[in-house]
C-alpha cells in the first residue's frame, strides 16, 4: 500500500514538533518504548514551551493524558513539585533538555516494568528513582548557585562532569567551609566589591598628582633651633649625680679603678666593681646644667616635592589581579582563608563580569598565572588552583612584576592589585619604585589581606590599605577557637613608628 500526497503531508505535519526540540531529544523521544510517538512529540512541544515559561510539564491537560498517562504524570508530576526542580531549571536551557531527557529515561521502561509489577508498582518506582537522581543534582546545583548566585556559565551538560568532579574534590569542600564563614563578612564583600577601576562612585579619594616637575631643590632660609654653648663652657657645675659618663666622673671613683695593691685578686675585683656600676650607670659624676638653646636664624637646603594631592573621584568596580600567596609559611589553615579570599574575588568579577587572574606565588620563579573565566573552564581552573601549592619560601617580586606587566594589556588596564598573604616576606627598592610609579602613572591601588597576626615591613610598605582576617585560625585540619593572640595586627608600627623599608631620598 502507497500514501498518497495528502497523507505523506499530513505525516509530515506530525514530525514538525521534532523540528522544534533540541537535537539532544531526538533520538530518546523516537525510539522511547512508552506511548505512541506523535503523542510524544506533541507533549515534548508542549513541554518545552511550558518549561520556558517556568511551568510543570505534566499538569493536567488532554495532551499530558494522551502521553504520558494520568498515572505517570501525576507521580513525576508530584516529584519535579516537591524538590521545587522548575525553580533551578526554568530559563536554562540545558538543564530543561536534560530534565526532559530524564523522564524519556525513566518512562522508557515503563512497559517493561508494568509487565513485571503491574501499572502503581512499576510507576511508583520509577518516579522514586527519578526524585533519587534529581536529589543529588539538585544539590550539586545548590553548591553553585550558594556561591555564584546563579548557574550562568556553569549548565553546560557537556562539562557538567568536570563541574562535578570539582564539587566532589576534597580542595574545594575545606576552601568551601572557610569561604561559607568568611562570606558573611559584609567589609570583605565590601572591599572586593570596590576593587578596580572602571566605574566611577559618589565618594572622593586623595590620589597623588605629578606635575611637569616632580622634584625641586631650593636653598631658603629657616628658623630652626640650635644648641649654644654659654660663654665658651660645656655647661655651669649642679651638683652631683650617678652616670656612665666617663668625662665626668669623679676622682673617687677612678681611684677604685687605678687603687694598686699587694693582692691581684684585690685589684681584680675592685675592677669589676667599677665596670658593674659603669654598666649600670651608677658612677658617681659631676652634674652640669644643660647649654641653653636659643632661636637663631640660618640658611639650611630644603627639598620641595611638586607632586601633590588632590581630591579624585573614587573608581571601583574593575578587573582584579590577586598575588596568592601559597608559600610553607601559609600551609594549613591560612592557606584555606586565603584560598576562600580568591573564590569570594571569583564571585565578584563574575558577578560584575569583570576580569580576575591570579598569580599563585612561593620561592623564587614559583609563580602560576590562573585567568578565572565567568564559565566551566574558570571553575576548572579554579579548582585547580586549589589543590596546588608550592610550599616553599616567599618570594614576591616575581608576581608583582608580572601582575604590573599586565596593567599595560587593555584588558587589564583598570585593575586593582589585591595581595593575600601573612607578610612572611620582603621586598627591595626595585618592587617599591615599580609599584610607586604605577600609582602615579597608573593610578594603582594595592589592597592588602592579612591572614596572619601582624603587619610586616614588607607588606606595610606595598599596600595602600590592609584588611585584617583575624580569625583565621579556626579553620585547616586542627581549628583553634577565638581571634588572634595580639591586639591589633600593626605592632611595628606601634613600637616602631619611623621603621620603614623605603629607600631615603636622594640628593
Known amino acids: 500500500m502507497t500514501l498518497g500526497r495528502f497523507e505523506t503531508r499530513d505525516l509530515e505535519r506530525q514530525f514538525e514538533a521534532l523540528e522544534r526540540l533540541d537535537r539532544a531529544l531526538w533520538l530518546p523521544a523516537l525510539i522511547n518504548s512508552h506511548g505512541q510517538l506523535f503523542e510524544r512529540l506533541r507533549w515534548l512541544d508542549q513541554a518545552r514551551a511550558k518549561l520556558a515559561n517556568g511551568d510543570n510539564p505534566l499538569g493536567d491537560d ?19 513539585d516537591r524538590l521545587d526542580l522548575l525553580a533551578w531549571v526554568a530559563g536554562q536551557h540545558d538543564w530543561s533538555v536534560q530534565l526532559l531527557r530524564s523522564l524519556l529515561w525513566h518512562l522508557d521502561a515503563l512497559a517493561r516494568l508494568r509487565a513485571q509489577h503491574g501499572e502503581g508498582a512499576a510507576v511508583s518506582a520509577l518516579a522514586q528513582a527519578f526524585a533519587e537522581q534529581w536529589k543529588t543534582e539538585r544539590a550539586d546545583l545548590e553548591q553553585i548557585v550558594a556561591v555564584f548566585q546563579s548557574l550562568e556559565g556553569f549548565s553546560s551538560l557537556a562539562r557538567w562532569s568536570e563541574v562535578r568532579g570539582v564539587l566532589r574534590g576534597e580542595g574545594w569542600a575545606a576552601v568551601l567551609a572557610a569561604y561559607q564563614t568568611i562570606r558573611d563578612s559584609a567589609a570583605l564583600a565590601a572591599l572586593i566589591r ?103 636664624q640660618m640658611p639650611v637646603e630644603a627639598i620641595l616635592d611638586s607632586t601633590r594631592p588632590i581630591q579624585a573621584p573614587q573608581m571601583e568596580a574593575g578587573p582584579i589581579i590577586v598575588c596568592l600567596d601559597t608559600s610553607s609559611s601559609m600551609a594549613g589553615a591560612a592557606e584555606q582563608v586565603a584560598k576562600a579570599v580568591v573564590l569570594e574575588a571569583m564571585r565578584a568579577a563574575r558577578q560584575g563580569r569583570r ?138 608600627r606601634l613600637f616602631f613608628p619611623s621603621a620603614s623599608m623605603r629607600a631615603p631620598p636622594s640628593g
Not at 66 to 76: D, E, I, K, L, M
Not at 287 to 296: G, H, M, T
Not at 449 to 478: K, N, P, Q
Request: hydrophobic share 45%.
Open 62 to 80: 488532554a495532551v499530558t493524558r494522551a502521553w504520558p498517562g494520568p498515572s505517570a504524570a501525576q507521580a513525576f508530576g508530584l516529584a519535579i
Open 194 to 296: 570596590s576593587l578596580g577601576r572602571s566605574r566611577l562612585t559618589e565618594t572622593s579619594a586623595i590620589r597623588p598628582y605629578a606635575t611637569v616637575t616632580t622634584e625641586a631643590k631650593h636653598r631658603l632660609d629657616a628658623v630652626r633651633w640650635q644648641s649654644v654653648l654659654v660663654a665658651g663652657e660645656r655647661g655651669e657645675p649642679d651638683g652631683v649625680h650617678r652616670s656612665a659618663s666617663l668625662d665626668r666622673v669623679l676622682a673617687s671613683e677612678w681611684a677604685i679603678w687605678r687603687r694598686r695593691s699587694a693582692d691581684p685578686r684585690s685589684a681584680r675585683r675592685l675592677r669589676r666593681v667599677f665596670a658593674a656600676k659603669l654598666s649600670e650607670h651608677a658612677l658617681l659624676a659631676q652634674a652640669l646644667r644643660e647649654p641653653e638653646r636659643i632661636s637663631i
Open 355 to 492: 576580569g580576575c587572574v591570579v598569580y599563585a606565588f612561593g620561592g623564587p620563579g614559583e609563580v602560576r598565572r590562573t585567568l578565572l573565566d565567568q564559565n566551566v573552564d574558570g571553575l576548572v581552573a579554579l579548582a585547580s588552583l586549589l589543590s596546588a601549592s608550592f610550599h616553599g619560601g616567599t618570594d614576591i617580586a616575581d608576581p608583582i612584576e608580572a601582575a604590573i606587566a599586565d596593567l599595560g594589556d587593555a584588558q587589564w588596564a583598570g585593575a586593582d592589585l589585591l595581595i593575600v598573604s601573612d607578610g612572611e616576606f620582603g621586598v627591595t627598592a626595585d618592587v617599591l619604585a615599580a609599584i610607586d610609579y604605577a600609582r602615579v602613572h597608573q593610578q594603582l591601588r594595592v589592597q592588602g589581606i592579612l591572614i596572619g597576626d601582624r603587619e610586616t615591613l614588607g607588606l606595610r610598605e606595598i599596600c595602600d590599605s590592609i584588611f585584617w582576617v583575624s580569625d583565621w585560625r579556626r579553620f585547616g585540619a586542627r581549628p583553634a577557637r577565638g581571634d588572634s593572640p595580639v591586639h591589633d595586627s600593626a605592632l611595628t
